[in-house]
């Protein structure tokens, strides 16, 4: 897909006002803004938690006094103004905390949910830590109940199809993995399609996990970890080799190693790539110079995804904008992101179909598959 220059000035970590705080989205065309409207969405990189909106998590706050996480709106917003990825994950430790009971599950999937269709998204794969919310006494049959309610009501409510990827944060270790597998296998929620590892990339290699990844692989879910956003491809290489990682959460240091491109290029493994998130996080100083471009001139393939999309402010419609407004992408080139990311998917058919015909059919002629 070729990739032209980049086409209007981007906002910075600099520009993006007190202690980093979520600004705009750049302002979009008439033209692109109708485009977007046609071209179905598909995400594949979403946290459950994460993806809270600000109504949701406001919610939980005053279901559960006291707390960390502030009551009023505009506390909150200063309350996610992020500096470095480590305080994110304070921020996201504060927020799971005030996740205790079955009905706050569903509360967030159902949240998810509206968020989702409001902007045409048709099917995702959600980030879910079951661990996080066990050691928060929700019992764990009571966890799978409220996912798999949630789901149901999502797709009859909001027409959106909801898939699992069940992970375990890293920094807590070999063992406690086992504890987050063991509850997948258990108790495997409709949906339930990957495995994944997430948490902080520092200090945490990726082979320690290895053989939870080869037990999930043999009871049939695709290995999805996180690697390379804060690490370098060193990370990545190991994901791959190691935990046999069918698609890379971020993987953005790739670009720095050309053999590392080239081998995602010829596997067809797809990085989920969520540009606000890196910059909220601090894992790219600006926009301008975030590596979507560049991997996409090396073939690799590319689903655009948002994240975190409440923490972050954003959503899978202002990243195709981020895309265009300030990575210089053509309407063209956003449908052949769309496409790829219902490629990679593990979509169910004949969903899959459908979507495939929908983001060709916003193609011209000549340019479809």
Known sequence: MPVPEHSSPA?????????????????????????????PEVELHLHLLGAASVDTVLDLARRHPPSAVPVEREELARFYAFRDFARFIDVYAAVNALVRRPGDIAALVTGLGRSLAAVGVRY????????????????????????????????ERDGVELARVFDVAGELGPEPAWDALGWVLRYRPEGTVGFGLGGPEVGVGRAQFARHFAVARDAGLHSLPHAGETTGPATVWSALRDLGAERIGHGITTVSDPRLLDHLAEHRIALEVCPTSNLRTGAVPDLADHP?????????PVALSSGDLGMFDTDLAREYRVATDVLG??????????????????????????????????LPPGDRS
């Open 124 to 155: 995702a794969e959600v980030t879910v830590t079951p661990l996080s919310h066990l050691a928060q006494g929700i019992a764990p049959q009571d966890l799978a109940d409220a996912l798999t309610e949630g789901r149901a009501a999502v797709r």
């Open 292 to 300: 979507l471009p560049r991997l996409l001139q090396a073939g690799v």
């Open 329 to 362: 992408l053509r309407p063209s080139d956003l449908a052949h992101l769309a496409r790829t990311a219902v490629e990679v998917s593990y979509c169910p058919e004949p969903l899959r179909s459908a979507l495939l015909a929908a983001v060709d059919d916003t």
């Open 11 to 39: 906002p910075t970590a600099r520009d993006a006002g007190p202690a980093g705080a979520p600004q705009p989205p750049p302002p979009a065309s008439t033209e692109l803004s109708a485009f977007l409207a046609t071209l």
